[in-house]
C-alpha cells in the first residue's frame, strides 16, 4: 500500500493524472469543481464553456494561454471577477479540460 501511495504521489507530483480509468471531460469538469462557476451554455459565475470557446476560437496559441489561465487564475477577460487559481489539478488533466472546453 506505501508503495502505491508513494508511486501516485509521485504522478501527481509530476502533473500525471491518477485517475486510472480514464475519465471524460465532462466528469473530469465534475471532479474539479469547475461547475461550481461554469456550465457549457451559461453564464454561472463565470463564462459558459460556449462563450469561452467563441472568444478564443482560431486565435494561436489558445489552449496553451487557458491551460496557464487555469493553472494560475486570472480576472479581466470576461469580467471583473477573477477566476481562481487550480494548482492541485494534473497538467494532464487542465489540458484535456481546456481541448474540451475549446471544442464546445
Same mark, same amino acid.
Given at each position: 500500500?506505501?508503495?502505491?501511495?508513494?508511486?501516485?504521489?509521485?504522478?501527481?507530483?509530476?502533473?500525471?493524472?491518477?485517475?486510472?480509468?480514464?475519465?471524460?471531460?465532462?466528469?473530469?469538469?465534475?471532479?474539479?469543481?469547475?461547475?461550481?462557476?461554469?456550465?457549457?451554455? %451559461? =453564464?454561472?459565475?463565470?463564462? /459558459? @464553456?460556449?462563450? +469561452?470557446?467563441?472568444?478564443?476560437?482560431? $486565435?494561436?496559441?489558445?489552449? #496553451?494561454?487557458?491551460?496557464?489561465?487555469? %493553472? =494560475?487564475?486570472?480576472?479581466? /477577460? @470576461?469580467?471583473? +471577477?477573477?477566476?481562481?487559481?487550480?494548482? $492541485?489539478?494534473?497538467?494532464? #488533466?487542465?489540458?484535456?479540460?481546456?481541448?474540451?472546453?475549446?471544442?464546445?
Amino acid at each position: 500500500m506505501k508503495a502505491l501511495l508513494a508511486i501516485l504521489a509521485t504522478l501527481a507530483a509530476a502533473g500525471v493524472s491518477a485517475n486510472v480509468a480514464a475519465a471524460t471531460p465532462a466528469e473530469l469538469a465534475k471532479q474539479y469543481n469547475c461547475l461550481a462557476c461554469h456550465s457549457v451554455d %451559461k =453564464k454561472v459565475v463565470g463564462p /459558459s @464553456f460556449k462563450d +469561452v470557446a467563441a472568444k478564443y476560437k482560431g $486565435q494561436a496559441g489558445a489552449e #496553451d494561454k487557458l491551460v496557464d489561465k487555469v %493553472k =494560475k487564475g486570472g480576472s479581466g /477577460s @470576461f469580467g471583473p +471577477v477573477p477566476m481562481s487559481p487550480n494548482p $492541485q489539478v494534473p497538467d494532464a #488533466d487542465v489540458r484535456t479540460l481546456v481541448k474540451w472546453v475549446l471544442a464546445q
